[in-house]
């Protein structure tokens, strides 16, 4: 089992930065893929980016080259960034985890892949 728990500010202007936390407890092994993903409001829940514990990083084109998940200081942590801010980035973001079965097996950014999930936080870009 594992437990997830994502922080960071709610509230940004458009063109600043959004920087968010997801602090991960329990098995280890169940959380080798870390995933952010965002649902914004009347839309379906949408992939942002994943990172497996070798630090391989994957993005969706909504934010490619602007965004960055890098593995914080502390080996549970995971951080996502995202510059250049839109009112469009207004989200529920979530973090998830899953287990990673060896080298060959690739973190996609597909929600349906992963088991774990941290309970959100809410996100406003305003212009």
């Known amino acids: 089992q594992v437990h997830l728990s994502e922080s960071g500010r709610g509230s940004v202007q458009a063109g600043g930065s959004l920087r968010l936390s997801c602090v991960a407890s329990?098995?280890?092994?169940?959380?080798?893929?870390i995933g952010w993903f965002r649902q914004a409001p009347g839309k379906e829940r949408e992939g942002v980016a994943t990172i497996d514990h070798t630090g391989r990083a994957l993005y969706m084109d909504s934010v490619k080259g602007r965004a960055i998940v890098s593995k914080g200081r502390a080996e549970n942590t995971t951080n996502l960034q995202i510059d250049f801010l839109k009112p469009e980035d207004t989200a529920i973001y979530s973090c998830?985890?899953?287990?990673?079965w060896g080298g060959g097996d690739v973190c996609f950014i597909r929600g349906r892949d992963f088991e774990f999930w941290g309970p959100g936080i809410q996100v406003t870009v305003s212009s």
């Open positions: 329990g098995d280890r092994a169940g959380r080798d893929c």
């Open positions: 998830a985890a899953r287990a990673q």
